[in-house]
Structure formats: structure tokens, C-alpha cells
């Protein structure tokens, strides 16, 4: 059964840290392009980073490059989004996408498979 689990959501204080993951099962994560997404409170989903399949590539957002890290391992069949220096802004469900044929710049293309979203927020 195709299917992503995401994890590692939770409250954490400005300048704090979190790591989420988006486990893979009924298909090899490697394959393709990985991207990571967020929605924060009344306004559209953006796209965050993305991972390239055929280099490994990594690709951000202005609002997030320096601080977040997109990783994968493949062995796990697990993509990893490292969130460092965490601001209120970056408050959201972020949402893992699979089946990208590419990366066009940090915005996961054609994504075909989708994570149900962990909450992020960001709050003293």
C-alpha cells in the first residue's frame, strides 16, 4: 500500500529546533524527487525545500534557506527536514510530497503522493 507517515511535529520555542520525518512504504523513496511543503494559518500552501533524486540536490525557500536542511536516507526509505532557528513565521502543518519527476527549484514537481501533515508551532 503507497503510503507516507510524517512525524517530529510539536511546540517548540523560538530559536528552538525540530526534525520531521516522512516515512515511505510500497515504494522506493529514492526514485524520485522529494519535496517539503507548509500551510500556515489562512493562507496557501508554499513549497519549502526539495531533493533532487539524481544528485541528491537540495533546494529552499528564502524564507527557510540557512536555517532548515532537507535530508534523505535511503536505507530507512525516510526524508528528513532538519528546522534549526525555528521563528514564529514558521508556524504551519508541514506536509511531505513524493513522486516529484523533479525539483523545479525548491517546489517539488508533479508531486503524486502526499503525507497527512505535522503541526509545527513556533511560540514562547
Known amino acids: 500500500q503507497l503510503q507516507l507517515v510524517e512525524s517530529g511535529g510539536g511546540l517548540v520555542q523560538p530559536g528552538g529546533s525540530l526534525r520531521l520525518s516522512c516515512a515511505a512504504s510500497g515504494f522506493t523513496l529514492d526514485y524520485y524527487a522529494i519535496g517539503w511543503f507548509r500551510r500556515a494559518p489562512g493562507k496557501k500552501r508554499e513549497g519549502v525545500s526539495c531533493?533532487?533524486?539524481?544528485?541528491?540536490?537540495?533546494y529552499y525557500a528564502d524564507s527557510v534557506k540557512g536555517r532548515f536542511t532537507i535530508s534523505r536516507d535511503n536505507a530507512k526509505n525516510t526524508v528528513y527536514l532538519q528546522m534549526n532557528s525555528l521563528k514564529p513565521e514558521d508556524t504551519a502543518v508541514y506536509y511531505c510530497?513524493?513522486?516529484?519527476?523533479?525539483?523545479?527549484?525548491?517546489?517539488?514537481?508533479?508531486?503524486?503522493?502526499w503525507g497527512q501533515g505535522t503541526q509545527v508551532t513556533v511560540s514562547s
Open positions: 531533493i533532487s533524486s539524481s544528485d541528491s540536490s537540495t
Open positions: 510530497a513524493a513522486h516529484c519527476s523533479h525539483c523545479s527549484g525548491y517546489v517539488c514537481y508533479g508531486p503524486g503522493s
